[in-house]
């Protein structure tokens, strides 16, 4: 074999790799972390301020791991109203869930019904007329 059909061989294979590596790479799902992504971006301020408002809170809702289940744990004192819950799957838009709270203190969220993994969680709700926001991460 001489130097030309080595470099010919080489030049080929680097072809080929070119070509399955932009095919793999046009074909990876890219999702956004949310589909109203910019808009989000926009009511960043007002987020930060129910963030906030809620690490102010003497008592928070807490999250737990409980068996089979996922506890969403809301204080006797607070007086939280229109609560919703999501579960944010970064990785698939498609596992992500949501939850409206509503006449209980403990909600349970069964572990068969979410995909084990890393999850986001965003806490929405609503005391006195104000809006508050807890963010945390958690794994199943």
């Known amino acids: 074999m001489n130097w030309g059909k080595?470099?010919?061989?080489?030049?080929?294979?680097f072809i080929v790799f070119?070509?399955?590596l932009a095919i793999k790479?046009?074909?990876?799902n890219v999702d956004l972390v949310t589909p109203d992504y910019y808009q989000r971006e926009i009511d960043y301020s007002q987020e930060m301020d129910a963030v906030q408002n809620s690490e102010n809170l003497e008592?928070?809702?807490?999250?737990?791991?409980?068996?089979a289940h996922l506890a969403v744990k809301?204080?006797?004192?607070?007086?939280?109203k229109n609560i919703e819950l999501k579960l944010i799957r970064n990785n698939n838009e498609k596992l992500d869930k949501s939850f409206k709270i509503e006449n209980t203190n403990t909600f349970l969220i069964?572990?068969?019904?979410?995909?084990?993994?890393?999850?986001?969680t965003e806490l929405y709700y609503t005391v006195g007329g104000e809006k508050y926001m807890q963010k945390d991460k958690i794994k199943l």
């Not at 080595?6 to 294979?13: D, E, M, N």
């Open 74 to 80: 809301i204080p006797e004192n607070l007086e939280a």
């Open 110 to 120: 069964d572990k068969k019904d979410l995909v084990p993994g890393h999850y986001d």
């Open 59 to 67: 008592s928070k809702i807490e999250f737990e791991l409980i068996e």
């Open 25 to 28: 790479l046009m074909s990876t």
């Open 18 to 20: 070119i070509l399955v």
């Open 6 to 13: 080595g470099i010919a061989i080489t030049l080929g294979a």
